[in-house]
C-alpha cells in the first residue's frame, strides 16, 4: 500500500465515521477526560496549597511533584498491575483490564503535572494579591479562593497540559488494560495493534485524530498562556 493511498483511506475513515474507529476515539477521550477531571480536584488544591506556603518549606514536596512528572508510564502501569492483579491486595476488585484501572494509572500521571504547574502559577503572582486580599480584611479560605481566581489561567493550563500528557501515552494503559477490543482498546493501543497487523490505513486514521486532539490541546494552552505572553 502506498503512503498517498493509505492517507487517504485514512481520512476516508474518520470522515465516514467509521464505527470501530469512533468506538477507540470515544473510549480514549472518556479515560484520559475522567482522569485528568479527578487529577484536577486533587492537583490544584495541592498545588494551591504549596504555592501558597514559603517556598523553603515546601522544597521537598516540589522536588518530589517535580520527579513524578517525568514518571514513565509503564512505571506507573506496572504499579497498579502489581495492585490489580490477581496475587495483588486489590485483586479482590476485579479492576485489572478495565477503564477503571486506566483511569487511575492516567491519574497517577497527571496529579504531579497539574499540582506542580498549579502551585508555578500560585507563586508566580500569588503573594502580591495574597497580600493585598489580607490588607482588604479577607480571611484565609477567601484569601485563597481569591488567589486562585486571579491564577486562573495558569492553572487551565496545568489541566490541559495535564490532559496532553494522559491522552497521548500508550505504557500504562496497555499494561493495566489489556487492549482489549471493544472494552479498553484506546487510540494509542490501537494504532501499536493496528500497525503490527498491517492495517496501515486504520493506524494512519487514528493518528490523524490523535494530532487533531493534540492540535487543540495545545492551542487551548496557547490561548491559555495568552499567546505566548503573560496574562495580567
Keep these: 500500500m502506498s503512503l498517498l493511498k493509505g492517507i487517504a483511506e ?18 480514549s477521550l472518556q479515560v484520559s477526560g475522567l482522569a485528568v477531571f479527578f487529577a484536577a480536584l486533587a492537583g490544584v488544591p495541592l498545588g494551591t496549597y504549596l504555592g501558597l506556603k514559603p517556598q523553603e518549606r515546601t522544597r521537598f514536596a516540589g522536588k518530589l511533584l517535580y520527579t513524578l512528572m517525568g514518571m514513565p ?14 496475587m495483588g491486595p486489590f485483586g479482590v476488585l476485579g479492576l485489572l483490564y478495565t477503564p477503571t484501572a486506566m483511569i487511575l494509572a492516567q491519574f497517577v500521571l497527571a496529579v504531579p503535572i497539574i499540582a506542580a504547574l498549579t502551585m508555578i502559577g500560585i507563586r508566580s503572582r500569588g503573594k ?16 485563597a479562593w481569591t488567589v486562585v481566581r486571579e491564577s486562573r489561567f ?19 494503559v496497555m499494561i493495566v488494560g489489556g487492549n482489549i477490543e471493544g ?23 487514528l493518528g490523524l485524530v490523535l494530532l487533531i486532539i493534540s492540535f487543540v490541546i495545545n492551542s487551548l494552552l496557547y490561548s491559555f498562556q495568552g499567546g505566548g505572553k503573560e496574562i495580567a
Design 10 to 27: 485514512a481520512f476516508s475513515l474518520i470522515l465516514t465515521l467509521d464505527p470501530y474507529l469512533t468506538q477507540i476515539v470515544l473510549l
Design 73 to 86: 508510564p509503564v512505571v506507573a502501569g506496572l504499579l497498579f498491575y502489581l495492585l490489580f492483579s490477581r
Design 128 to 143: 502580591d494579591v495574597q497580600e493585598t486580599a489580607r490588607t482588604l480584611g479577607a480571611g484565609r479560605l477567601l484569601t
Design 154 to 172: 495558569a492553572i487551565s493550563g496545568a489541566i490541559v497540559t495535564g490532559l496532553g500528557r494522559v491522552i497521548a501515552e500508550v505504557g500504562a
Design 183 to 205: 472494552h479498553t482498546r484506546v487510540m494509542t493501543t490501537a494504532i501499536v495493534l493496528e500497525t503490527g497487523k498491517g492495517n496501515f490505513e486504520l493506524a494512519v486514521g
